[in-house]
């Protein structure tokens, strides 16, 4: 069975939002810092933002910041990426991934780096 489940996406207008959620079965992701990442069509696998296990402390790309924000709740071993002021620009198959290690000092924003990944949820924005 598929372990890491993403929801929430859909087709939008822009300047809409959209709440992404991540949730494992049978895999913790406590102890993990946990990352979203996006692919377009044609276009290379990003990293769009990534909360730690740590302080909660996160980062975002240079794209979203300002218009997302992830979270995490430990209770529903689940993340989220809410997404307001949508762009077409964020048009993407957007996945959330685990890290091989716990308890990273920091977030790391490379694919190489993440071993367990959903099956990624679709957003598109368009007028």
């Known amino acids: 069975q598929l372990q890491l489940v993403e929801s929430g996406g859909g087709l939008v207008q822009p300047g809409g939002s959209l709440r992404l959620s991540c949730t494992a079965s049978d895999l913790t992701l406590d102890h993990y810092n946990i990352a979203w990442f996006r692919q377009a069509p044609g276009k290379e696998r990003e990293g769009v933002s990534c909360?730690?296990?740590?302080?909660?402390?996160?980062y975002y790309a240079d794209s979203v910041k300002g218009r997302f924000t992830i979270s995490r709740d430990n209770a529903k071993n689940t993340v989220y990426l809410q997404m307001n002021s949508l762009k077409p620009e964020d048009t993407s198959v957007y996945y959330c991934?685990?890290?091989?290690?716990?308890?990273?000092?920091?977030?790391?924003?490379?694919?190489?780096?993440?071993?367990?990944w959903g099956q990624g949820t679709q957003v598109t924005v368009a007028s």
């Open positions: 991934a685990r890290p091989t290690f716990t308890l990273q000092p920091m977030c790391l924003m490379t694919y190489k780096e993440y071993d367990h």
């Open positions: 909360i730690s296990s740590i302080d909660g402390s996160t």
